[in-house]
């Protein structure tokens, strides 16, 4: 199996799995079920964990139907463009979606923070259903590629592909060309990312794997928004560096471990640290000892970062020639 297989494998999920979020999501809001709109919160940022892979796997596929006299090029652009367009969405959901999500996971609410935490939910269903259409256009014109026959011709899909294909290009050369100072100042902002992250959710797992007891937990917690922060910042910045040295990127061996590192950390993010699973240990005071499926979930957040961070340092050596 290679990367067009893991392309074909995962691009369903971006593209149903935004639908029947959005259909549950939606739901939730109308009945007010406090479960159901955390369901479809996580699910929306579990999907935008999985579109990175699923786009960058993309590039892999275009590379090898270059070159096929039977493939039409302007499909594959027209494919390209209108990918870029939904995982960019798709990605400011996840994120709206992780914010909203964090506030599920703490007991003790702000009235204050009420009316703009019930705004959020709107600010997501609305990214979710421009990400909804943007998602069947990607999947229509990724259809289209293997089956000409139901091309639809230029319109609104077509200008959607226009519209991200410009994009990209005009990523790859502000990244690459624009400024010898981009680059270094992506990377410290790359940099800056990994702190917020080890910094926040470091301090939470070493005090629930049982050091530093006499710190209570609930504390800690406060400074997780700031490592969710740090995630996004890093997906961003992250994203710019793909874009602008793809064909770099996407045939490293050592990029694409860290790339499935990186969705297991997030993943342990959304199941512990932004859902009421963290409720069992939020109130832990002075002396007190987390439960040992905490301690698990402690540990693995640990080795998750710092295997991204060990990683990221030897991409520059896993290019395959």
């Not at 029947?20 to 955390?38: K, R």
């Not at 699910?43 to 993309?58: E, K």
Request: proline share 5%.
């Amino acid at each position: 199996m290679n990367l067009v297989h893991v392309h074909l494998w995962l691009n369903h999920l971006p593209i149903l799995g935004t639908m029947i979020a959005l259909g549950i999501f939606a739901l939730s809001l109308v009945v007010d079920h406090d479960e159901m709109q955390q369901a479809g919160l996580g699910l929306f940022a579990f999907i935008a964990l999985f579109a990175i892979p699923a786009y960058m796997s993309g590039n892999a596929a275009g590379e090898v139907v270059k070159n096929n006299p039977d493939i039409q090029m302007d499909l594959v652009q027209a494919h390209q463009g209108s990918a870029l367009m939904a995982f960019i969405f798709m990605e400011f959901t996840g994120a709206a979606a992780l914010f909203a999500l964090f506030r599920f996971s703490r007991t003790q609410k702000n009235p204050w923070l009420e009316r703009p935490g019930k705004l959020s939910l709107f600010v997501v269903l609305a990214l979710a259903v421009v990400t909804s259409g943007l998602m069947a256009v990607a999947g229509n014109t990724g259809g289209e590629i293997g089956h000409a026959e139901i091309a639809s011709g230029p319109g609104p899909t077509s200008a959607i592909g226009n519209l991200g294909s410009g994009l990209s290009s005009a990523v790859q050369h502000f990244v690459i060309d624009s400024s010898m100072w981009v680059w270094p100042i992506l990377e410290d902002l790359h940099f800056i990312g990994l702190i917020l992250i080890i910094g926040a959710f470091g301090a939470l797992n070493i005090r629930i794997l049982g050091f530093l007891k006499q710190v209570p937990v609930a504390p800690l917690h406060k400074f997780i928004p700031w490592g969710i922060g740090g995630f996004i910042v890093n997906i961003v910045t992250g994203m710019l560096f793909f874009m602008g040295m793809p064909g770099f990127y996407t045939p490293n061996v050592v990029f694409q471990i860290k790339m499935f590192t990186i969705m297991l950390a997030g993943a342990n993010l959304l199941l512990f640290y932004c859902t009421s699973a963290f409720r069992s240990v939020e109130h832990l005071g002075p002396g007190e000892d987390a439960p040992v499926f905490a301690k698990v979930i402690a540990a693995s957040s640990i080795i998750l970062w710092i295997a991204a961070i060990v990683l990221g340092r030897y991409i520059p050596f896993g290019e395959v020639s």
